[in-house]
C-alpha cells in the first residue's frame, strides 16, 4: 500500500449525490442560458497566468498556537461595543469620547502609509508571522486551556532563478493563563496531551500530541516564476508587478478586490461564502502583507474603513507587546460547535502598519470542546452518520468523535496571527 | 498559450465531437450527464458532500458559459471539468485545511483508555490507524496548493500526468515534479506508519 492508495483511504469515496442535487444543477445550467450575454458565450475566458501560489490560508492550518502572554492583553468581547478596558496589559484608550471610530483608526493609517518613504526593493519579499490557537487540554476534573504556536517566515524571491525560502515551525504548547496553569499542574504537568473520543463502549483516551516544539520545516527552491506570486481571493498569485498596478484610488481598488473575490462567480453562483464586505477585509488583510506601492497600501485601508460593522476596541497591544488601536471587524472566524467569536484586527495608525489579527470569544460555550457533533464524520467524504448508528457500531468511520476540555471564558483570544515582519529584504530567513 | 506537450494522447474521438459542437445545449447536457456524479464524487472528497453539491454544479455553470473557450486538442473534456473544479475548491482551501485540521484532531498514536473496563482491541486497532491517518492529514495540509491538486488529481481522479497538464493548465514536466515531491512529503510524514517502511 503505498502513500497514493493511503490518501484514497484517508479519503472515501463519497456517496453520489442526491437525485435532487443533479436535478437542481441540471435545471439551473440550462435555465442561465437566457441571461447570458452573446458577448460572453463566445469570448474566450480570460486566462490568467497558472502560477504556483503560496497562499495566506496555509500558515494557519499549521497548527494553531497559543501565548499566555495574549491573554494578558486581550480586550473585552467585541460584543460590548467598548474599549477595551480591562485587561491587565490593556491601556483604555483616554476616556470614551476621545476614541476615535474605527473608521478614523482606518482613514489615519490610510495617510501613513501613503506618507511612509518609498522602501528600497531587496531581494526578497519577506513575510514573518506568529498564529496562536487555543487547544483545549486537560480532563473533566482538571480542564485547561494551551496555547500552541506556529511561525511562518517565507520569503519570495524577487528575480528569477533566486531561491524560494519557506520556513515553518511548531514551538510547542503551554498553559494558556495561569488559571490554567494551575489546572495543568493540578493534573501533573504533563508533556504532552490528548483527544478524547466518545465511542461505543464509552470515551476513551486517544492521541497524543507533544507540547514540544518541533524542528523547523524547511522548503527551498528556486523560484519558478520570477517574481513574488501573492495569492489574492480566488488563489491566482499577483506579481510583483501585477501588485503594483493595482488602483491606488480606493473605489477603483474596491471594484478589483470584488472582482478578485468573484472570479468565476460573476453572474453564475453569487461570491464565495461569507458577505462580500467580509471577503473583502479578508481580502484587505492579505494584501496588507504583499509588497505594494505606498499609495496603493493607502487605498486598501481606504477601502477599509469604507465597510460596514468595523468598531473600535481602543488602544491595545498585539501579542508582540506593540501597541496600536483594535477595531473589531464583521469577519470569517469558525470556532467550535456553540462558541463564537469577534474577529478583531490591530493597527498602528501613525506607521500604517497591520500588525496582528486575532479572534476573540464572545461566546464560550459549555467547556467540552468538540470540532463536530456527534455523528458527524470527520472526513471529507463522509458526510453524516445517525448518531443512533454509531451506539451499536464503535468501528465505523465517523462513530468515534473526538472532543477535549478546556475553559471557555469570554474574551479569551482564541486565535491570533502576529505579523513580525513584512518587507523588502535582502537575506534569507534564518531556518 | 501555454505549449501543451507533443507526446499527448489524441483525445477520444466522442471528446472531438463535443469540442466541436458543445455550443448547442442538447449536446453539453450530454457532457452533464457523462461527468457531473464524477466531478461531484471528486469535489466531495476534498471537501465534503454538502460542499459538492454547490461546487460541482457550479463548475458545470462555469463550464457551459465558457465552453466556446474549450479545446479539444489541449485536454479532454474530463481533463477540462476537473481544472475548472479544482479551481473552485481552490476557493476552498480554508475549508479543506480545516477538514484537515479536524482529522489530525481526530487521530493520533493510542494511550490507555480513560474507562479500561470498557475499551476493547477493536478501539484500540482504530486508533492505531488513526496515527497514519493524523500524519497524513497534517502532510496533506502542509503541501503547497499546487502540489496537493496535482496529488489527489492523481490518486482520486485517476488523471494520467497528460490530463493533469492539461487540467491545471500548466507543462507536462511540472506535473511529474510536483507529484514527486508531493509524494516525497507524505511519505516522509509518515515515516514509521508507511506500510513499506
Known amino acids: 500500500m503505498d502513500e497514493l492508495h493511503m490518501v484514497r483511504e484517508l479519503l472515501p469515496q463519497a456517496p453520489p449525490p442526491a437525485t435532487e442535487v443533479t436535478a437542481a444543477?441540471?435545471?439551473?445550467?440550462?435555465?442561465?442560458?437566457?441571461?447570458?450575454?452573446?458577448?460572453?458565450?463566445?469570448?474566450?475566458?480570460?486566462?490568467?497566468?497558472?502560477?504556483?501560489?503560496?497562499?495566506?490560508?496555509?500558515?494557519?492550518?499549521?497548527?494553531?498556537?497559543?501565548?499566555?502572554?495574549?491573554?494578558?492583553?486581550?480586550?473585552?468581547?467585541a460584543s460590548t461595543g467598548h474599549p477595551a478596558a480591562s485587561g491587565p496589559g490593556n491601556s483604555p484608550a483616554t476616556g470614551k469620547a476621545n476614541v476615535p471610530s474605527a473608521q478614523a483608526v482606518l482613514l489615519a493609517a490610510a495617510t501613513s502609509a501613503a506618507e511612509q518613504a518609498p522602501a528600497a526593493m531587496g531581494k526578497y519579499w519577506r513575510v514573518a508571522t506568529t498564529s496562536m490557537g487555543i487547544l483545549a487540554a486537560g480532563t473533566k476534573a482538571h480542564p485547561y486551556d494551551m496555547a500552541e504556536l506556529t511561525r511562518i517566515d517565507n520569503a519570495w524571491a524577487r528575480v528569477a532563478g533566486q531561491p524560494l525560502k519557506l520556513v515553518s515551525q511548531y514551538l510547542g504548547a503551554k498553559p494558556a493563563t495561569s488559571r490554567d496553569a494551575a489546572a495543568w499542574r493540578a493534573n501533573g504537568s504533563p508533556t504532552k496531551g490528548h483527544t478524547s473520543f466518545y465511542t461505543r463502549t464509552g470515551v476513551v483516551k486517544g492521541p497524543s500530541q507533544s507540547y514540544a516544539p518541533s524542528a523547523p520545516f524547511v522548503d527551498q527552491e528556486p523560484s519558478q516564476f520570477g517574481e513574488v506570486a501573492w495569492a489574492v481571493g480566488d488563489g491566482s498569485p499577483l506579481t510583483t508587478t501585477q501588485l503594483a498596478a493595482l488602483p491606488s484610488g480606493?473605489?477603483?481598488?474596491?471594484?478589483?478586490?470584488?472582482?478578485?473575490?468573484?472570479?468565476?462567480?460573476?453572474?453564475?453562483?453569487?461570491?464565495?461564502?461569507?458577505?462580500?464586505?467580509?471577503?473583502?477585509?479578508?481580502?484587505?488583510?492579505?494584501?496588507?502583507?504583499?509588497?505594494?506601492?505606498?499609495?496603493?497600501?493607502?487605498?486598501v485601508y481606504q477601502v477599509m474603513a469604507g465597510l460596514p460593522g468595523s468598531r473600535t476596541l481602543g488602544i491595545m497591544r498585539d501579542p508582540l507587546g506593540r501597541s496600536g488601536y483594535g477595531i473589531a471587524y464583521v469577519g470569517q472566524n469558525t470556532l467550535p460547535q456553540g462558541m463564537q467569536g469577534q474577529s478583531v484586527l490591530i493597527v498602528d495608525p501613525s506607521s500604517g502598519k497591520l500588525l496582528a489579527t486575532e479572534v476573540i470569544v464572545t461566546t464560550p460555550g459549555t467547556?467540552?470542546?468538540?470540532?463536530?457533533?456527534?455523528?458527524?464524520?470527520?472526513?471529507?467524504?463522509?458526510?453524516?452518520?445517525?448518531?443512533?448508528?454509531?451506539?451499536?457500531?464503535?468501528?465505523?468511520?465517523?462513530?468515534?468523535?473526538?472532543?477535549?476540555?478546556g475553559t471557555r471564558h469570554q474574551g479569551q483570544v482564541w486565535s491570533y496571527t502576529v505579523i513580525k515582519i513584512a518587507a523588502w529584504t535582502n537575506t534569507l530567513p534564518p531556518s | 498559450m501555454i505549449a501543451?506537450?507533443?507526446?499527448?494522447?489524441?483525445?477520444?474521438?466522442?471528446?472531438?465531437?463535443?469540442?466541436?459542437?458543445?455550443?448547442?445545449?442538447?449536446?453539453?447536457?450530454?457532457?452533464?450527464?457523462?461527468?457531473?456524479?464524477?466531478?461531484h464524487g471528486y469535489v466531495a472528497r476534498r471537501l465534503g458532500t454538502s460542499a459538492a453539491d454547490d461546487i460541482a454544479a457550479d463548475t458545470f455553470l462555469i463550464a457551459y458559459r465558457?465552453?466556446?473557450?474549450?479545446?479539444?486538442?489541449?485536454?479532454?473534456?474530463?481533463?477540462?471539468?476537473?481544472?475548472?473544479?479544482?479551481?473552485?475548491?481552490?476557493?476552498?482551501?480554508?475549508?479543506?485545511?480545516?477538514?484537515?485540521?479536524?482529522?489530525r484532531r481526530a487521530a493520533g498514536s493510542p494511550l490507555a483508555e480513560e474507562h479500561a473496563a470498557d475499551n476493547t482491541d477493536l478501539v484500540a486497532d482504530r486508533l492505531t490507524a488513526l496515527t497514519a491517518r493524523r500524519d497524513l492529514a497534517v502532510a496533506l495540509a502542509a503541501?503547497?496548493?499546487?502540489?496537493?491538486?496535482?496529488?489527489?488529481?492523481?490518486?482520486?481522479?485517476?488523471?494520467?500526468?497528460?490530463?493533469?497538464?492539461?487540467a491545471l493548465r500548466i507543462p507536462y514536466g511540472t506535473v511529474g515534479s510536483r507529484l514527486s515531491r508531493a509524494r516525497k512529503k507524505l511519505r516522509a510524514a509518515l515515516g514509521a506508519h508507511h506500510p513499506a517502511a
Open chain 1, 25 to 77: 444543477a441540471r435545471a439551473r445550467l440550462f435555465s442561465g442560458e437566457a441571461s447570458i450575454p452573446r458577448s460572453e458565450r463566445s469570448a474566450r475566458g480570460h486566462r490568467r497566468p497558472h502560477w504556483q501560489w503560496y497562499g495566506l490560508g496555509l500558515p494557519l492550518v499549521a497548527g494553531a498556537a497559543a501565548v499566555s502572554v495574549l491573554l494578558a492583553t486581550s480586550g473585552q468581547p
Open chain 1, 250 to 299: 480606493p473605489a477603483k481598488l474596491k471594484a478589483q478586490m470584488i472582482r478578485y473575490v468573484n472570479y468565476d462567480y460573476r453572474g453564475v453562483g453569487g461570491p464565495p461564502a461569507g458577505s462580500m464586505d467580509e471577503n473583502l477585509m479578508t481580502e484587505a488583510i492579505n494584501l496588507l502583507q504583499a509588497p505594494l506601492p505606498a499609495a496603493v497600501e493607502s487605498a
Open chain 1, 367 to 405: 467547556g467540552i470542546v468538540r470540532d463536530l457533533p456527534l455523528g458527524i464524520v470527520p472526513t471529507p467524504g463522509g458526510g453524516r452518520v445517525p448518531g443512533s448508528r454509531c451506539k451499536g457500531n464503535p468501528t465505523l468511520s465517523g462513530c468515534i468523535v473526538p472532543f477535549t476540555y
Open chain 2, 4 to 39: 501543451w506537450q507533443s507526446d499527448k494522447a489524441e483525445p477520444p474521438r466522442h471528446e472531438q465531437d463535443i469540442g466541436r459542437s458543445m455550443d448547442a445545449p442538447e449536446v453539453f447536457a450530454v457532457v452533464f450527464d457523462r461527468h457531473f456524479h464524477e466531478i
Open chain 2, 66 to 103: 465558457k465552453r466556446a473557450s474549450y479545446d479539444a486538442t489541449v485536454g479532454s473534456v474530463r481533463a477540462w471539468l476537473y481544472g475548472i473544479a479544482t479551481r473552485q475548491i481552490s476557493r476552498h482551501r480554508r475549508d479543506e485545511l480545516r477538514t484537515y485540521r479536524a482529522m
Open chain 2, 143 to 166: 503541501l503547497s496548493p499546487g502540489d496537493r491538486d496535482v496529488l489527489l488529481l492523481v490518486a482520486l481522479a485517476g488523471l494520467s500526468h497528460a490530463e493533469v497538464a492539461a
